[in-house]
């Protein structure tokens, strides 16, 4: 990871950015579970860097999307922390074996397609936070 701030910042930001890439891609690969996984992944790097941006702290190494956002001083209200508890859940899912079939069967395109659009929106709002790098 880089050193500096602005160095740290946009590595987070471009990283997300890429996330996001490989989201939209296996959506439309139908690969429905891996790309909420990968939605997941691409809003916690935005909130990570957030976090450096607006605390020149490091972020903490957790996924959960709701602390990442109260440490990165995001208001929010109870229906965005419910959205973000829903997306952290995607981590859990995509990572651990135990609930990966699960989640797998729970991805059909229009849960993803539902799950998606809340994500973009999150992704897009956070992203407007970001300085010009």
């Keep these: 990871m880089p050193s500096d701030n602005h160095e740290t910042l946009k590595y ?35 909130l ?29 209200d109870d229906n965005l922390e419910k959205e973000l508890e829903i997306i952290s859940s995607f981590s859990i899912a995509g990572r651990y074996d135990s609930e990966k079939f699960d989640f797998y069967k729970l991805c059909t395109p229009t849960y993803t397609q539902k799950h998606k659009i809340m994500c973009k929106k999150i992704y897009l709002w956070l992203k407007k936070m970001y300085p010009t790098i």
């Excluded at 890429?18 to 939605?39: H, I, M, Q, S, V």
């Excluded at 020149?56 to 208001?75: C, M, N, R, V, W």
């Design 48 to 76: 990570k860097g957030l976090i450096v941006y607006r605390t020149s702290q490091t972020p903490p190494y957790i996924h959960d999307l709701p602390k990442l956002a109260y440490t990165a001083g995001i208001d929010m």
């Design 12 to 46: 987070w930001l471009v990283s997300a950015q890429n996330n996001w890439k490989t989201a939209e891609g296996l959506f439309g690969l139908k690969r429905y579970d891996a790309c909420l996984f990968f939605c997941h992944l691409a809003i916690e790097k935005l």
